[in-house]
């Protein structure tokens, strides 16, 4: 498979800051020890092993672990049609990395979305600001101790959020109900 | 309040008295009255404003398309008189909410009604303009009805181009009956 040959090169390269390749049902994974060095990796993904391409760029809140924050950056060659992931780990009190914009002038928005949704910050970005809330919102609402219904908040002539009213809590669907009435989304309270 | 007055139609253009066809509905009997019409001042003015409502499309999401298909000629929403989509609010009549309005646009939606000028209606189309729809989070403004006073709801997700074709129908009802001079 030349995807896993690739990431073998990758690893071969920078020795033990890499985890052996993982593959799943076609797709390998690397994880990264050190998000310090995510843009070395990168530039060497991108100029070497010609991953032109980086596909996604997304963060994961693990709530309650330490490292807090792990991101995943989805790298693709257009030339020779290989993907490869790379996960990295950022604990909460860093909450903080290189950017990669240096590298793939696409990560711009992803990072601001990082930043605008988990509050993870990118050292070198040339615009981090909010991208989906305004600025000046205080808070990170995609982190899980944020309430889905969102809390109060009020900035004059910019915009103001109110709570939604979930009414009971999210309308939830039963998978494989023998009908539609029994599948109708509605508040269920979990048995446990 | 309403106070009779004659209204002239227009005439010279006109056949012959002898002619014209009576129709009781209006009560009006050409032999007698000639090319006068007599009516109340309110009701002139209404009918005027009610079949001439243009909108300023607020197309903001997926209703949007459903406003699209309810003014292409299919379902043609011209028919009532909505002759063009006007995106200047300047000059529309009625601001057609069409879609999901986040806290972040809440504010443009309030500008550009307030630089609509009097008399103004706003149609909430959709459950997300109505309510928030299925939208029940921090990003979401609940119903458009807290920001703009909404004269009609529309439900449906989207509401098909015959049920706003019903909800103008309805607003044009409910201009129909506003008085006029001011009480």
Known sequence: MAAVELA?????????????????RGEVTLKLADAERIAEVCEFAKK?????????????????????????????????????????????EMSELPTVTGVWRGADWHEREIYDMMGVRFRGHPDLRRILMWDGYPYFPLRKDFPLAGKPTDLPDVAF??????????????????D??????RVRVPEN | MSRRCFTCVASGRFPPVSAMPTSTELGYNSKIEGD???????????????QSLWPMPMGLACCAIELMAAGASKFDISRF?????????????????AGTVTYKMALAVRRIYDQMPEPKWVIAMGACASTGGMYRSYAVLQGVD???????????CPPRPEALLDALIKLQNKVQKEPVLAA
């Open chain 1, 8 to 24: 073998n090169q990758l690893k071969a390269k920078f020795g033990e800051l890499l985890s052996v390749p993982a593959e799943f």
């Open chain 1, 48 to 92: 070497s092993l010609s991953y032109d391409m980086l596909l996604d760029l997304t963060s994961i809140d693990n709530y309650g672990e330490d490292p807090r924050w792990t991101l995943v950056y989805e790298l693709y060659g257009t030339g020779h049609g290989c993907h490869l992931r790379l996960k990295t780990e950022v604990s909460e």
């Open chain 1, 161 to 178: 959020t109110k709570p939604a009213p979930l009414e009971g809590g999210p309308f939830v669907t039963v998978a494989g109900g023998k």
């Open chain 1, 180 to 185: 539609s009435i029994a599948r109708e989304p």
């Open chain 2, 36 to 50: 006068v019409v007599v009516t109340r001042v309110d009701a002139a003015i209404n009918w005027c404003r009610k």
């Open chain 2, 81 to 97: 008189g909505s002759e063009v989509m006007r995106f200047s609010p300047r000059q529309a009549d009625v601001m057609i909410v």
């Open chain 2, 146 to 156: 807290s920001i703009v006073p909404v004269d009609v709801y529309v439900a449906g």
